[in-house]
């Protein structure tokens, strides 16, 4: 069993910051990549950004230059910066752990529940 867990959500007026962490736990022998996607209601889950551990990040075009993610590899632990916060950006994150998971060395593709973000205008 993996266990993934976001937190950091919340109200945050346009123009400020938040930061989202994501913990993955259980029965992981390797995570090669993290990411974050967000739903908007009525709206499709669309990917916002993700890195390779070890690799590169990627950001989807409505964030960059607004948002970085990073990691704490030691911690299994993906963070985003979420800066210059716009209502658009209001949606439910969610974190995705992908990489090898034990036993027998399956693939692991696991999801958290998400958090919500609200910006308000």
């Known amino acids: 069993q993996v266990q993934v867990v976001e937190s950091g959500g919340g109200l945050v007026q346009a123009g400020g910051s938040l930061r989202l962490s994501c913990a993955a736990s259980g029965s992981i022998s390797r995570i090669s990549a993290m990411y974050w996607f967000r739903q908007a209601p009525g709206n499709q889950r669309d990917l916002v950004a993700g890195?390779?551990?070890?690799?590169?990040?990627m950001y989807a075009d409505s964030v960059k230059g607004r948002f970085t993610i990073s990691t704490d590899t030691d911690k299994n632990t993906v963070y985003l910066q979420m800066n210059s916060l716009k209502p658009e950006d209001t949606a439910v994150y969610y974190c995705n752990v992908q990489g090898i998971g034990t036993p027998g060395n399956q693939g692991l593709n696991s999801w958290g529940q998400g958090t919500q973000v609200t910006v308000s205008s």
């Open positions: 890195i390779r551990i070890p690799g590169d990040s």
